[in-house]
């Protein structure tokens, strides 16, 4: 987690410079690094660049160009690399639900008081470091789960199921003895010392069972 | 000396016919002379006038010349009025002449002077040549009966040779009156043709007579008295009868001239109109009877342009004195609106429409001012209460413009205070610090400031717009500076329909007399009707985009705003400035928008039309507003007068 903190930046995307400077400066205050963008367009076209880390976008609702809710479709539609926070001097409670919805952190309303953008900001870091983690977990349990055979990774999924070595027998048209040694191999590859623990870690990896 | 005739001659008892034809004769000319010459005392132009009597006064002398010759004995004594007959001749023919050179105005000059001069040759011969023009000497008078009376005429005598001068004199005359009379007849018209062949031909054809009786007469052929004055008489009859046409004409149009002036004076007194003349030599102002009343002064008997001027309201005063001066001295007409201070000090100021000419002599120099005025303060009031209500009308649109907009404005409102409050939350913070760096500070405040302004002029921008403007609020405003001003009103709003608003301004600054706030709630209002005609097209989803081009045309600012949407049907073009006509019924539009918009621009003089429409492209709206001339700081086409003046009073 230490590794990240170091490298957690916030993103302030707003059309109007002396609000872009003045937050930047509240923020730098609050001990984060900041970037600032004029237009969502500028900061879809730098997000390559950006890299991984932990991240929190400050977004005004209202700019010319591509709007904030339109901003935030598209990083939702993308990995999202940050998490989201809103901000408008005149958010209608339409754009409010939508952007809730849409999984924003927050909605502030301008001008805004240090205590709440401080606040959302720890917030949307925190949150987007939870999600950092988590998916850097499940990469590594896909890693794994790569390294299964076909065969092992069907009895796995009939393993997570809960379903017993005699019944994956029957259904693999397999020996029960085959089945005990596939089982056992998953358990190693895996890492995984109980079912349930395996359990765990196909859910956190998206694993499904076999249809 | 007593002939045979003498035994039917006059007796005591029997009525004198000679002394009455003559005297009556004699009598009528002295009528007619008097009565043309106190016409002539009223009119010294009138010439045919003045010579008239002459005329007149010299057929009574020779009227006079021929009573004394009937009654005369002696031949010396006949010798010698023949010869004063003659010098009276030579003042009446001249005098004929002239008058029907002055009357006609058709005769030849050379023809005139010539005969003139020919009849004078004659009086001198009549003087010189002893005797008298027509006789060297006269031996014996002889008595013959006329009208039943005993006469004397001429018995043996020496003919005078010379007296072919007179009958060249007399034919000389002739020519010219003939002359004079058959150019007046080729002119043409019924007063110059019966002059013609009234005065003329009758004045030709008694010449005629004359001469032919005089000539037979003094060669001995007929034995009858000098009749001279009665050829003359029946000219000064025709005359005299062709001269009391004038007279009746006169009279007549003195009937309609009252009439006229009764009829004038009718519908000045209901009309509340004041007629004036202002006689610019005696600085003499003459006011209709009724008209004092309109202008609310006290009459009185001599009222010059500087008391009069002591009237009219002060405000009015100096720019009334200019456009008067303006009108003496160039453009001949006036017409202004101005105030008066009421009578006694009482009351209310009552506003004066004037209208007027001015007359010049033959010069050219200005001799009379005169018009008419004409009460219009209830007109005033009616209108400055349109005005007033037409603003009120124009400032509820606004606020109802401002209303819709209140969501961009906080927006709009907010970015600096945002910034504003960030700055502050992180400059306290920065001072919390051990160390803290002074220069950050200082930008930080800097900042603060420049943030501060920016929402202060907003703010400011947005307070005009709730502000009433009146009639006198008209100022010199820079169409560039008012349409960036706008844009930046609605610079929120814009973004949040996701339109976009090209401004393309005009390179000099161009100026007109405006409202600056009537003139931003045109363009926003329309800049947004540009951005919604999008959504009335069928292309939803298109960004909706707003042109604005600034052009200085000469006499004119056009402002030219143009948008992408469907364009205006042909069919409702003329429609759109009527109130209440929207084509926005599913959003609410009132319909009040281009109506107001089109009063606003009609008040600067201007006008607000749509223009034609152009297959494919969207609409054009055009405001056309009087440029100010750059030389002179005036307009092309300025505001009536009234607009020079503050509001009425009431």
Redesign the interface.
Known sequence: MTRHDTEATVFIIDDDASVRRSLSRLVREGGHAVETFGSAEDFLTALPTLGARPACALIDLQMPGLGGLELQEILMARACPCSIVFMSGNGSIEATVQAMRGGAITFLTKPIHDEDLLAAIAEGLDHHRRRLSASLQAEDIRRRIATLSDRERETMAWVITGALNKQIADRLDIAERTVKAHRSRVMEKMGVASVAELVRLCDAAGFSEAV | MVDAASGRGHDAGRMNWITVIWSASMGACLILALMHLLVWCRDYRSLPNLVFPVIALGIIALGACELALMQCGSPESFLSIIRLGHLIFGIVVPASLLFIHFLFETGRLWLLLTAIGLRTAAVVVNYAAGGNLHFLSIETVEQVSFLGETVSIVGEAVQNPWVRLGQAAALCQMLYVADASLRLWRRGGTINRRRALWIGGNTVLLFLVGMAVTGLISAGLLRAPMLVSFPFFGMVLAISYEMSRELQRTARLAVALETSERRLSLAGSAGRLAFWEWDLARDSIWISEDGWEVFGIAPTGKLGIQAFMEHVHEGDRDWLGAVVRESIDTTGTYAAEFRMIPAGGGGTVRWLAAAGRIDRNAAGEPVLFRGVSIDVTAKKEAEAEAARQRSELALLARVSTLGALS??L??????????????A??GR??LGAPQPDLTELGE?LD?IV??TK?AGSIVHGMRAMFLRETAADLVTVDVNAVVRDSLALIN?EI??R?GGVEFTPSPQPPRVMAGVVELQQVIINLVLNGLDAISQGDQPGKTPRVGIRVADQGDWVVVDVSDNGPGIPETIRGQLFEPFFSTKSARGGLGLGLSISRGLVERFGGTLEALPAVPGAGAVFRISLPAIDRKSGTCQTPPTKTTLAPKAET
Do not use: M, Y
């Open positions: 969501g961009s906080a927006h709009e409102l907010n970015q600096p205070l945002t910034a504003i409050l960030g700055n939350q992180a913070r920065r930080i900042d420049a943030d920016r929120s973004v949040a996701k």
